[in-house]
C-alpha cells in the first residue's frame, strides 16, 4: 500500500509526525479516510477519534476539533487538542462531561444548541472509548 506523510499538530506538540497509510478523520460533515494521492480538500474537524493506521497497526487519538487539509504533501490536522487514547484519563474526560451536562441548564437558544451538540461529540468519544476499552 502506498504511504503518505500526516502531520498532527496542537498548540502543545507535534504529536504525529510521519509516513502512514491510511488516516480516518472525524468531519463535522462526516468522517473520512485518507489514503495516498487523495484528493486536495480543507475539512473541519468535530471532537472525535481520528485514526492512524500504518503498517496494519492502528493508533487512536481523541481529537477535540480543529482543521485538515489534505494537499499533494500530505495530511496536516492542527487540531484544538490531541491526546492518544493511550495517554487518555479516562476519569477526567467522564468528569469533563459530567460539567458539560450540568452547565446545558444554564444555556438557551442556540448557544444551548452548540452545547448539546458538543455534548453530543464527548458522549461519542467516551462511548467509543468504553468499547476500545472492552476489546
Request: aromatic fraction near 4%; hydrophobic fraction near 45%; proline fraction near 3%.
Amino acid at each position: 500500500m502506498a504511504t503518505f506523510h500526516f502531520d498532527l499538530v496542537s498548540p502543545e506538540k507535534l504529536a504525529f509526525s510521519g509516513e502512514v497509510d491510511q488516516v480516518d478523520v472525524p468531519g463535522i460533515e462526516g468522517d473520512f479516510g485518507v489514503l495516498a494521492n487523495h484528493a486536495p480538500v480543507v475539512a473541519v474537524i468535530r471532537p472525535g477519534i481520528l485514526t492512524v493506521i500504518t503498517g496494519g497497526n492502528q493508533q487512536k487519538i481523541v481529537v477535540l476539533g480543529g482543521i485538515a487539509e489534505v494537499s499533494e504533501k500530505g495530511l496536516t490536522v492542527l487540531a484544538d487538542v490531541a491526546t492518544s487514547v493511550a495517554d487518555l484519563d479516562a476519569a477526567m474526560f467522564a468528569q469533563t462531561v459530567s460539567s458539560m451536562e450540568s452547565a446545558l441548564a444554564g444555556k438557551q437558544g442556540s448557544e444551548l444548541d452548540r452545547a448539546i451538540e458538543r455534548l453530543d461529540h464527548y458522549k461519542n468519544i467516551q462511548h467509543q472509548l468504553t468499547a476500545t476499552a472492552m476489546h
